[in-house]
């Protein structure tokens, strides 16, 4: 079983719904989640962290974190067309050396106008 | 917020040279940077933990010697691939800790990353 793991998709999603994006991990002493948007050719950049169990909101972002599950999940409101792109689910696990990061594949989305 | 400069963006070398990318936290101290290699539609790698003023720790299946990696003070770290194979070209990526509470688990930040093109 792989530490993170994300659906690749991709995810079509029509401009102004919802995308749903859900990870899985399988180390329960997880502590510290991370989603990072990576658009093609270009690095990874945060989008949003979350640390407690439920949910937290950034604009029209909405992570959502359930440790008994082991899952966290990013909701994007009102999606737009430059929202197509990578998103990568990454967090640190118990022990990782240094405070490591380690990712989920990533989940390809793509919004539709 | 925190900002990571990585240089250059893009090279080409041919087979056999070697090439140095440059990894710079601009606005912070970070005593802890990340190299990252990936190759296309493929999540990011991790290479090796670049720690200031020690050696590096490498990643399982990572070759030290052909990845050097030289972390000299709390602003640069670099990274030297040497003798180049066409096998090594790929988008290299670092990153950096920002600044957060607590500090070891903040976000990582991300360099724009160097295109790596060995012919």
């Known amino acids: 079983q792989k530490e993170v793991e994300q659906n690749s998709g991709p995810l079509s999603v029509p401009e102004g719904a919802i995308a749903s994006l859900n990870c899985t991990y399988s180390?329960?002493?997880?502590?510290?989640f991370f989603w990072y948007r990576q658009y093609s050719g270009k690095s990874p950049e945060l989008i949003m962290f979350?640390?407690?169990?439920g949910d937290k909101e950034d604009g029209r972002f909405t992570a959502q974190l359930n440790k008994a599950s082991q899952y966290v999940s990013l909701l994007i409101r009102d999606s737009q067309p430059s929202d197509s792109a990578t998103y990568l689910c990454?967090?640190?696990?118990?022990?990782?050396?240094?405070?490591?990061?380690?990712f989920g594949g990533g989940t390809r989305v793509l919004v539709k106008p | 917020g925190a900002v990571v400069s990585q240089h250059p963006s893009r090279v080409i070398c041919k087979s056999g040279t070697s090439v140095k990318i440059e990894c710079r936290s601009l606005?912070?101290?970070?005593?802890?940077m990340f190299w990252y290699r990936q190759f296309p539609k493929q999540s990011l790698m991790l290479m090796a933990t670049?720690?200031?003023?020690?050696?590096?720790?490498?990643e399982q299946g990572v070759e030290k010697d052909k990845f050097l990696i030289n972390h000299a003070s709390l602003t640069l770290s670099t990274l030297t691939v040497t003798s180049a194979h066409p096998e090594d070209s790929s988008f290299y990526i670092c990153?950096?800790?920002?600044?957060?509470?607590?500090?070891?688990?903040?976000?990582?930040?991300f360099g724009n990353g160097t295109r790596l093109t060995v012919t």
């Open positions: 990153s950096a800790r920002g600044q957060g509470h607590p500090f070891y688990n903040s976000p990582l930040h």
């Open positions: 180390d329960r002493g997880s502590q510290s």
């Open positions: 979350i640390y407690s169990n």
């Open positions: 990454a967090l640190i696990a118990p022990k990782a050396a240094g405070n490591k990061l380690t």
């Open positions: 606005d912070f101290q970070a005593t802890t």
């Open positions: 670049s720690n200031e003023g020690s050696k590096a720790t490498y």
